[in-house]
């Protein structure tokens, strides 16, 4: 049946999650908005989106909210009269919610590093955006360009082009249907070229080749070749849309050097470690690959602010590499004279609540 405004949808999961970890995360790479403060009523965390269900193109606006353990949305506007079974599938997959997270405490419990981070992080999930199609928008608009900037650019064209929605103390703005992106102009501080690559690309989700589902049915080496014949959309475009678009829980990006280098730094894997030794440490996150990928890019970041803070593999690892440290130092020393995404097709796990139903960061 549709919802009326005002409605409360009830989300399904299991596992841990933690709304306000998340999307703040989501917010620092300037996926979403930043979250804000309940009002009583929504707990202490509310995440406002105005979104796109996929396939349909309706425009909702909702607040989402945890409390006592349940995460719910408040529907602020449905002015197409969308769907209760629409909305909530959309918002189950935005905040991986579709997905079982009870085995990520397994990986936790065989990594110590992941282990660490996640402890961190308790009940981080991947915020996506709402669908591929808007994935491989930002993807788009993104190349080159400073992430802040943007995700300007992306805001600009939703004022300009989306669904204006009213929400009664203010106006929302959803992302432009694919049949929009089709005619749309030019867009200010965006070069001509992407404008042309998001025309291209309205013309595609027109055409479903950037559904979810037959994205998730396919080889996950054909579904990125597949989404590399767009235009604009590269190896590294083609793997964001997979894990923060269709939401591949399993798939190491290997295209993506900030997460390489946060590896190479928290295992100890040297300056230039080749693809084969990332994807053996990889292989031991399985199947929550991009999750863990999630954990250790942003490590990056806490490393930055807690530079004595990152966490290594194991003790043997530390003192491999204050050994290393050391040989280093002796041999400078004695010179100067004392003068010192897999292969593995596995399948992606899923909620058993689906049984009811440059880089850029």
Request: net charge neutral; aromatic share 4%.
């Given at each position: 049946?549709?919802?009326?405004?005002?409605?409360?949808?009830?989300?399904?999961?299991?596992?841990?999650?933690?709304?306000?970890?998340?999307?703040s995360l989501a917010a620092s790479a300037a996926f979403i908005e930043a979250p804000?403060?309940?009002?009583?009523?929504?707990?202490?965390?509310?995440?406002?989106?105005?979104?796109?269900?996929?396939?349909?193109?309706?425009?909702?606006?909702?607040?989402?909210?945890?409390?006592?353990?349940?995460?719910?949305?408040?529907?602020?506007?449905?002015?197409?009269?969308?769907?209760?079974?629409?909305?909530?599938?959309?918002?189950?997959?935005?905040?991986?919610?579709?997905?079982?997270?009870?085995?990520?405490?397994?990986?936790?419990?065989?990594?110590?590093?992941?282990?660490?981070?996640?402890?961190?992080?308790?009940?981080?999930?991947?915020?996506?955006?709402?669908?591929?199609?808007?994935?491989?928008?930002?993807?788009?608009?993104?190349?080159?360009?400073?992430?802040?900037?943007?995700?300007?650019?992306?805001?600009?064209?939703?004022?300009?082009?989306?669904?204006?929605?009213?929400?009664?103390?203010?106006?929302?703005?959803?992302?432009?249907?694919?049949?929009?992106?089709?005619?749309?102009?030019?867009?200010?501080?965006?070069?001509?070229?992407?404008?042309?690559?998001?025309?291209?690309?309205?013309?595609?989700?027109?055409?479903?080749?950037?559904?979810?589902?037959?994205?998730?049915?396919?080889?996950?080496?054909?579904?990125?070749?597949?989404?590399?014949?767009?235009?604009?959309?590269?190896?590294?475009?083609?793997?964001?849309?997979?894990?923060?678009?269709?939401?591949?829980?399993?798939?190491?990006?290997?295209?993506?050097?900030?997460?390489?280098?946060?590896?190479?730094?928290?295992?100890?894997?040297?300056?230039?470690?080749?693809?084969?030794?990332?994807?053996?440490?990889?292989?031991?996150?399985?199947?929550?690959?991009?999750?863990?990928?999630?954990?250790?890019?942003?490590?990056?970041?806490?490393?930055?602010?807690?530079?004595?803070?990152?966490?290594?593999?194991?003790?043997?690892?530390?003192?491999?590499?204050?050994?290393?440290?050391?040989?280093?130092?002796?041999?400078?020393?004695?010179?100067?004279?004392?003068?010192?995404?897999?292969?593995?097709?596995?399948?992606?796990?899923?909620?058993?609540?689906?049984?009811?139903?440059?880089?850029?960061?």
């Open positions: 049946m549709s919802v009326s405004i005002h409605d409360v949808i009830d989300l399904r999961y299991t596992g841990d999650f933690s709304l306000a970890v998340s999307a804000t403060s309940g009002d009583g009523s929504s707990g202490d965390t509310a995440l406002d989106l105005a979104l796109l269900l996929e396939g349909s193109w309706n425009t909702v606006a909702v607040r989402v909210f945890e409390m006592d353990g349940a995460v719910r949305a408040t529907v602020l506007a449905n002015p197409s009269g969308a769907m209760t079974r629409d909305i909530r599938a959309q918002l189950e997959r935005i905040l991986s919610l579709d997905i079982d997270a009870v085995g990520f405490r397994e990986v936790a419990a065989r990594d110590d590093v992941i282990a660490r981070l996640e402890r961190r992080r308790p009940g981080l999930r991947p915020i996506l955006f709402p669908s591929p199609y808007e994935a491989a928008a930002r993807a788009i608009i993104g190349h080159r360009l400073p992430v802040k900037q943007a995700a300007a650019i992306n805001v600009r064209i939703a004022a300009l082009y989306g669904v204006h929605v009213d929400v009664g103390d203010r106006v929302m703005h959803a992302f432009p249907a694919p049949e929009k992106l089709v005619d749309l102009a030019t867009v200010p501080g965006l070069a001509e070229r992407k404008v042309d690559q998001l025309r291209a690309l309205g013309a595609a989700a027109v055409a479903g080749r950037l559904n979810t589902a037959p994205l998730r049915a396919m080889d996950r080496e054909e579904a990125l070749l597949s989404l590399q014949q767009l235009p604009g959309i590269g190896p590294f475009s083609a793997e964001l849309i997979m894990i923060r678009g269709v939401g591949d829980v399993d798939a190491f990006p290997r295209s993506e050097m900030r997460l390489h280098r946060a590896m190479a730094a928290a295992y100890h894997l040297g300056d230039d470690p080749d693809i084969a030794a990332l994807e053996r440490v990889a292989q031991k996150w399985h199947p929550y690959r991009s999750w863990a990928g999630l954990l250790l890019r942003h490590s990056l970041g806490d490393v930055a602010a807690h530079s004595s803070s990152l966490p290594v593999a194991n003790a043997a690892a530390k003192n491999k590499a204050h050994t290393d440290a050391r040989s280093v130092a002796l041999n400078r020393s004695n010179r100067n004279g004392g003068n010192s995404h897999m292969s593995d097709q596995s399948k992606t796990v899923r909620s058993r609540a689906a049984s009811h139903s440059k880089e850029l960061s």
